[in-house]
């Protein structure tokens, strides 16, 4: 457990999917937390870690089940703030003397609601029922309900379905709350958590430099003086894990970058010169573009492409950390919304990771440890940690990058000429939104290259050859997307540029699909 440099909230989890929201949100208000489940927090833990406030979080379990998760009664007793919410809220109200009932249809409710205001008022509320319409969007997830308040405690909303929506002991600074304010759709549920900490006399001292002490402690305490191997890709993640791994541990750690020969234009070297020459890191740059050339050569199926791309790529990963003498880590840019984590309540935490596409299977088939540095964060953190590390902000900036690159870029057979094309293409295409002013609005943008040539004229020339569509999308997670709306005039001049610019294109498209139905990649 780390030492408290700073205040600490502690989380104790009992198993919700958005737990981690939670931190995220006490994160933004400059609040260091640390997530717990529930079977771990011990009175032994509560003593050590000395929280200066706690907060219960939702999970899927009925507290009317015997045996079903509980805080320990120490909780109640430290002195300290305590905000339930959701489950958290009926074992606050239970454990303290108060009735849950099992939901019915009545009274469960799952969605939005609206809470209006009762008369006891709390500065937990400051800054709520303020726009006029005197009730504040919540969203609600529950089937059983509180049926009676815990003596000591005041009514402060109600929604519908919760008489007891929002509750409060403001002697002994205990707040329940059965909706879940960490959630989006819960618009004010930011005030709310900000209220709480306020009332819990946090300072907000928790920043992205504290963030990156702690992270590099933890990783110094995990792997202490074993090599560290990491797949650099070039793409914000695993490029931000690499350089905070560097911070930690120097030189015992290697990155290795796989050339798959499917990299932007001068993308390489860019990466590998970054890492290399200016950050110091040990980088292996993979020269292996005529393995993967060569075995795709004919290769028209999208998953047929991606399976020969992924295994290449273990293969080649594998042959080149074989190299570093007793490598047991391997460092991975696994992000928060990468972990789909849940409690099991029979056994402990269980938590399982979506395969990256690239380096799936990889630790299990090598007999690796993993080291995952961001796994708590989320992307925009992500890039905030990336700028305190020091990495420039236009390579923090950039778009995603699929790991199977351009192939999935190019229907049909992949050649080096219509990659040389594409590539090609694809800087103008940049270049154009760079200078526009609208990279940073846009989730990702690039050109793929079509599989049909179609007849031009060029001067008095007739031309023959290939037609390429853009892509530009808005998104805020690439799980759905909106394709970008430029203006015409943008589209008409990039469509010069390219073909002016880029021999072997002589038709340019622009791709109005959204996701769904589409997918942001083209295969
Ligand atoms: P799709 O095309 O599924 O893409 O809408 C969603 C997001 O994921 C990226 N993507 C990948 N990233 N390996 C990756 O690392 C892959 O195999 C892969 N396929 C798609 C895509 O660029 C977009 O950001």
Redesign the pocket.
């Known amino acids: 457990m780390s030492t408290p440099e700073h205040d600490r909230l502690l989380i104790i989890d009992f198993g919700s999917q958005v737990t981690q929201l939670i931190a995220r949100r006490l994160r933004e208000l400059n609040v260091y937390c640390e997530i717990h489940p529930y079977q771990n927090v011990t009175d032994a833990f509560l003593t050590e870690f000395a929280p200066k406030a706690i907060i219960f979080s939702g999970g899927p379990d009925s507290v009317m089940r015997e045996g079903s998760p509980r805080p320990p009664k120490k909780a109640y007793e430290m002195g300290v703030p305590i905000l339930g919410i959701c489950y958290g809220q009926q074992v606050m109200m239970q454990d303290l003397g108060g009735k849950v009932e099992a939901g019915e249809h009545a009274t469960a409710e799952f969605g939005r609601a609206y809470v209006t205001p009762s008369e006891t008022r709390s500065d937990l509320l400051s800054g709520w029922f303020m726009d006029g319409s005197g009730r504040e969007q919540v969203w609600m997830s529950h089937g059983d309900h509180v049926s009676e308040i815990a003596p000591g405690f005041d009514v402060l909303g109600t929604s519908p379905g919760a008489p007891f929506a929002i509750t409060a002991d403001t002697e002994r600074r205990f707040y329940a709350v059965q909706f879940h304010p960490e959630v989006h759709h819960t618009p004010n549920g930011k005030t709310l958590y900000q209220n709480f900490v306020q009332l819990a006399g946090f300072s907000g001292d928790w920043t992205m430099g504290a963030y990156r002490e702690e992270a590099i402690r933890k990783i110094k305490e995990q792997v202490g003086d074993k090599p560290v191997i990491c797949a650099l890709s070039g793409g914000v993640d695993s490029s931000v894990a690499a350089a905070l791994l560097h911070d930690a541990i120097g030189d015992q750690l290697t990155c290795v970058f796989v050339d798959h020969g499917l990299l932007r234009l001068n993308e390489a070297e860019e990466v590998v010169s970054m890492f290399r020459d200016h950050m110091n890191l040990k980088v292996i740059h993979a020269q292996e573009q005529e393995l993967f050339l060569g075995e795709l050569d004919g290769v028209s199926d999208p998953e047929t492409k ?1 399976k020969i791309i992924g295994r290449l790529f273990i293969d080649v990963f594998q042959k080149y950390a074989n190299e570093i003498d007793g490598a047991e880590f391997l460092a991975q840019g696994t992000l928060y919304p990468d972990v789909i984590e849940s409690v099991s309540f029979s056994g402990g935490p269980s938590v399982t990771i979506k395969s990256h ?2 380096v799936g299977g990889l630790p299990e088939k090598m007999g690796l440890k993993l080291v995952e540095p961001l796994r708590e964060l989320f992307k925009d953190e992500v890039r905030a940690l990336g700028r305190e590390l020091g990495l420039p902000d236009s390579f923090i900036g950039r778009h ?1 990058f ?3 690159g351009l192939a ?1 870029r190019c229907p049909g057979e992949i050649t080096r000429e219509k990659l040389d094309i594409l590539r090609k293409a694809d800087a103008v295409y940049i270049d154009q939104i760079r200078k526009h002013g609208l990279y940073d609005e846009i989730w ?1 943008a690039f050109v793929a290259i079509l599989p049909v040539r179609t007849v031009g004229v060029m001067g008095d020339g007739r031309t023959y050859d290939y037609a390429c569509a853009l892509r530009a999308v808005t998104s805020v997670d ?1 799980m759905t997307a909106d394709y970008y709306p430029f203006e015409h005039d943008f589209l008409g001049e990039t469509a010069t540029r390219i073909i002016n610019e880029v021999k072997g294109i002589n038709r340019v498209t622009y791709d109005i699909t959204s ?1 769904p139905p589409g ?3 083209w295969e």
């Open positions: 991606r596409h690239n995603p699929p790991g199977p999935i990702q690439g996701k997918t942001i990649e």
